[in-house]
């Protein structure tokens, strides 16, 4: 089965797909909607600003496709910004919505800590996980954002702290996310592709 | 749960190998990026600097076609640059498939550049490379490899470069480069305490314990080498081992 990369003009994507297709997955760049209409599985990779991305989306008509795809149970990974964008809205584009699956607002990291978060950090789990499933609980993952959804919000099931506590994987039925960049993040990072990947199949 | 400190290795290439600076004697080959960078990918190493540092217009020809050679190779970060003049430059490295961008001598003549870059790929991606020479107390930004005094005071600069959306500093003392007498821990310690963004040490390191020091005294997020690791005489594992031994968080791989 194809996945559907949403190409939404910013994201830097040929990671991502080097990354799926070593796991031996197909894969697609959709820029236009019919493509996401038809998608058996999606990821949402993002890199950039919240606006940019919301905008991006936007005018290529993705975001009614995307939403309409999402609501039909089709599984989607959220990635870096495409976690945040799950999220009704963020600190960083005040005024732009984003697709609004859960009613949090992403904030920017505190002045308290150094921002951006970059580098490799651990995960606190919360619940169980599938994106995690057979990942050791010490394991770190590469992180490289300013802003982060709250781990209080319901689907968090790992969190990691900086500055606050926040969203690090997130699982929903079909929907789930990862702040942090998989395709960057070594074996570890592989393995939730693989995770992500065998769980479409 | 801590975020890990960073081990950099650092590939200087010139018209599409990888080159080392030797006194009276010029550049010495030591290899093709794409094959080292992946060896250091295999040993641990958690992100990779490439930057140009061709004399020549067809060397600088290359380097786009070097950083997808490299990237092919990676699961971890890249970060390349060298010779970043404008925003279409900035742009041209990340798709080529750098995750981050760094940016010199354009950045001190035209500050704007690194907000232009800072709006359009976010502060994650763009790195502030500051190299710096010891004045009495304080450190001056160079720019040219080395070779242009700024009149810019390192930390002033930093700074500005920072509230401009630049999101880390790469940050090389000119005095220990190539000297192996250890990173510069009183700089990089001054420069950590500045600027809210992580900073990477470069220069001068030799030994395991220098990159304990600099993490320690130093308090560097991320410590960058490029000659101790080319000649395999320190491995990258061997050195995690030790650092993480000695108390620093450290990302040992699987």
């Known amino acids: 089965m194809k996945i559907a990369i949403v190409d939404y003009g910013a994201g830097n994507l040929p990671s991502v797909e080097r990354a799926l297709r070593g796991l031996g997955a197909e894969t697609e760049r959709a820029t236009e909607p019919r ?33 309409a ?39 920017a990291l505190p002045t308290n800590v150094k921002s951006p978060h970059i580098g ?45 506590p926040f969203a690090a994987v997130i699982e929903r039925g079909n929907l789930r996310g990862v702040q942090f960049h998989p395709e960057k993040s070594g074996e570890t990072g592989a393995q939730v592709l693989r995770n992500f990947v065998e769980s479409v199949r | 749960m801590t975020l890990a400190r960073r081990i950099i290795p650092c590939l200087d290439v010139d018209a599409g190998r990888v080159v080392k600076g030797i006194e009276f004697e010029g550049l010495r080959d030591m290899g093709d990026p794409a094959e080292l960078g992946a060896r250091y990918n295999r040993e641990g190493a958690d992100e990779l600097v490439v930057l140009d540092i061709s004399a020549s217009v067809e060397g600088r020809a290359t380097f786009l076609e070097t950083i997808q050679r490299v990237a092919e190779r990676l699961n971890i970060p ?35 550049l690194i907000s232009e870059l800072s709006q359009q790929f976010g502060a994650q991606a763009v790195v502030l ?86 993490f320690t005294e130093g308090r560097a997020d991320a410590a960058l080498a490029a000659s101790i690791f080319h000649q395999e005489t320190r491995s990258i594992a061997a050195m995690k081992k030790f650092l993480a031994e000695h108390g620093v968080p450290i990302r040992m791989s699987r």
Request: aromatic letters at 8%; proline letters at 4%.
């Open chain 2, 78 to 112: 890249l970060t390349a640059g060298g010779g970043i003049r404008k925003l279409e430059d900035g742009r041209a490295v990340l798709l080529a498939g750098a995750e981050k961008v760094t940016v010199n001598t354009a950045a001190v003549e035209r500050p704007e």
């Open chain 2, 129 to 214: 490379s500051l190299d710096v020479k010891r004045k009495g107390d304080t450190w001056e930004a160079y720019t040219r490899g080395g070779r242009d005094a700024t009149g810019l005071d390192a930390a002033k600069w930093a700074a500005e470069a920072v509230s401009r959306g630049a999101g880390e500093i790469l940050l090389t003392s000119i005095d220990r480069d190539g000297t192996c007498s250890g990173f510069d821990c009183e700089l990089t310690a001054k420069i950590a305490a500045t600027v809210p963004v992580p900073v990477i040490a470069s220069g001068g390191a030799s030994t395991f314990e220098d990159f304990l020091a600099v």
């Open chain 1, 120 to 164: 490799w950090n651990q995960v606190r789990r919360m619940r169980t996980s599938t994106l995690l499933r057979g990942i050791p609980d010490d394991a770190y993952f590469y992180f490289a954002h300013s802003y982060a959804a709250p781990a209080t919000a319901e689907p968090t099931v790992a969190a990691c702290d900086h500055g606050f």
């Open chain 1, 69 to 107: 795809a999402i609501h039909a149970g089709v599984p989607v990974l959220g990635i870096c910004l495409g976690l945040q964008a799950m999220f009704a809205s963020s600190e960083e584009a005040r005024g732009d919505m984003g697709l609004g699956f859960f009613p949090e607002e992403v904030r």
């Open chain 1, 35 to 67: 493509q996401l209409a038809a998608a058996k599985a999606i990821v949402l990779p993002g890199v950039g600003h919240f606006a940019a991305f919301v905008a991006g989306l936007r005018e290529r008509g993705l975001t009614e496709p995307l939403r």
